[in-house]
Structures are given as structure tokens and as C-alpha cells.
């Protein structure tokens, strides 16, 4: 009797329990893959909002160095209205990362301009006359000896924000 007592106690309560079949454990339940529809190769319980971008995509290039790439550019309109709210953070920005070059009033005049070569007057007619999108892409992409910062201002509104606070500084 006492052998039948310990009998037991040589398996796991796991496989004990599992033996009865209205109690199951974790290892027997169905298993649910996310956006996975039921059965194989059913259509996605989950699907994304129209218009929303992957996770492991990207914003759509603007290549200002070839032509094709320079008409999309210029095609692009700034959706941020130039309100005070746009250009107080377009200016937070600009102090933050764009004075050490062109310097408080976007002539070109930074801390760090000598050293740089060339530093293009931001309020002179040839920025002037450049596009909302153009400045974009350079903002994002960069441009000879300006770094890209679009991994830096990541938001693109910020951006445009940025843009608003320099087409301040022209006067417009």
C-alpha cells in the first residue's frame, strides 16, 4: 500500500494532472499568432490604419541631386501654417541645432561658420527663391558639407516648423 502511496510522487503533478482530460495545462491550449487569421493563411485579424507607414519604413525620399528628384522636391508644400506657436518651436529648434552655422539671423555668420568653408546666408535670394520642399530635403538628407539632421528633428512637422522660423527671418 505504501508503494502505491509514492507511486506518485515519481512524476511531475504536470503529467499526473494532464492525464485527467477535463483539466488541461498551459502546454495544451491553442496557440494564437498575432495578425494571424484562423486557420493557415487566413486573412489578418489585425490590419493597419489606412495610410500608416511601417514600422520598419521610412518617409519617401527627396533627392535634390537629380532632376526628377529636385521637381518632387519643389512640388512639396509646407502643411504647417507659419502661426506664433510654429514659429516659437521652429526657433527652439533653430537655436538648437542650426545657429552654430548660420548664426542668430540665418546670414551665415555661426560660432563654427569659419571653420565650415561655406555657409549659405539664409536670408539671401538664393534661399530666398528655393522651395518649402527643397529646404525640407536639405534639412532631412543634408547637403555638401551640411550633415542630414532628419535623425535628429524626427518629427516633420518640426521641420516645417523650422522653415516657417527661417522664412520669418527673410522677411516673408
Given at each position: 500500500m505504501a508503494a502505491l502511496m509514492l507511486l506518485p510522487a515519481c512524476?511531475?503533478?504536470?503529467?499526473?494532472v494532464g492525464k485527467v482530460p477535463w483539466f488541461t495545462t498551459m502546454r495544451d491550449?491553442?496557440?494564437v499568432r498575432?495578425?494571424?487569421?484562423?486557420?493557415?493563411?487566413?486573412?489578418?485579424?489585425?490590419?493597419?490604419?489606412?495610410?500608416?507607414?511601417?514600422?520598419?519604413?521610412h518617409e519617401d525620399s527627396l533627392d535634390i541631386y537629380s532632376a526628377a528628384g529636385l521637381k518632387v522636391a519643389d512640388?512639396?508644400?509646407?502643411?504647417v501654417a507659419?502661426?506664433?506657436?510654429?514659429?516659437?518651436?521652429?526657433?527652439?529648434?533653430?537655436?538648437?541645432?542650426?545657429?552654430?552655422?548660420?548664426?542668430?539671423?540665418g546670414m551665415g555668420d555661426g560660432t563654427v561658420s569659419g571653420?565650415?568653408?561655406?555657409?549659405?546666408?539664409?536670408?539671401g535670394d538664393m534661399t530666398?527663391?528655393?522651395?518649402?520642399?527643397?529646404?525640407?530635403?536639405?534639412?532631412?538628407?543634408g547637403r555638401g558639407v551640411?550633415?542630414?539632421y532628419g535623425d535628429k528633428v524626427r518629427d516633420p512637422r518640426d521641420r516645417w516648423n523650422v522653415i516657417n522660423y527661417v522664412r520669418h527671418l527673410q522677411g516673408r
Open positions: 512524476t511531475t503533478l504536470d503529467r499526473a491550449q491553442v496557440a498575432p495578425f494571424e487569421g484562423p486557420g493557415r493563411g487566413g486573412s489578418p485579424y489585425f490590419l493597419p490604419p489606412a495610410g500608416s507607414v511601417p514600422v520598419t519604413g512640388a512639396v508644400k509646407n502643411p507659419a502661426s506664433e506657436a510654429s514659429l516659437s518651436r521652429g526657433k527652439a529648434i533653430y537655436e538648437e541645432y542650426c545657429i552654430v552655422c548660420h548664426g542668430t539671423l571653420r565650415m568653408g561655406y555657409v549659405p546666408n539664409l536670408t530666398k527663391q528655393r522651395s518649402d520642399g527643397y529646404i525640407y530635403a536639405v534639412i532631412r538628407h551640411m550633415p542630414r
